[in-house]
């Protein structure tokens, strides 16, 4: 399974919000984050970028 931590971008600074990421749903201006436990959180913001080889999806924040 390939899971990735999501890292919300505020200016320069960068903050892991969600660890072990397995769905991530984009609606409007809302992006949908879904744990390989089940647990979910939706912040305000778009998808900067996805890389796999590092494990990360970037958000930037609105």
């Known amino acids: ?3 990735i931590n999501a890292i919300l971008l505020r200016g320069d600074k960068r903050e892991i ?3 072990s990421v397995a769905k ?3 609606d409007g201006n809302f992006v949908q984050l879904t744990g390989i436990l089940g ?3 939706t ?3 778009s998808i900067k970028e996805i890389n796999f080889s590092r494990s990360e999806a970037l958000i930037l924040a609105n």
């Open 24 to 26: 991530i749903l984009v």
């Open 39 to 41: 647990d979910k959180m």
């Open 17 to 19: 919000i969600m660890d």
């Open 1 to 3: 399974m390939c899971e």
């Open 43 to 45: 912040v305000e913001g």
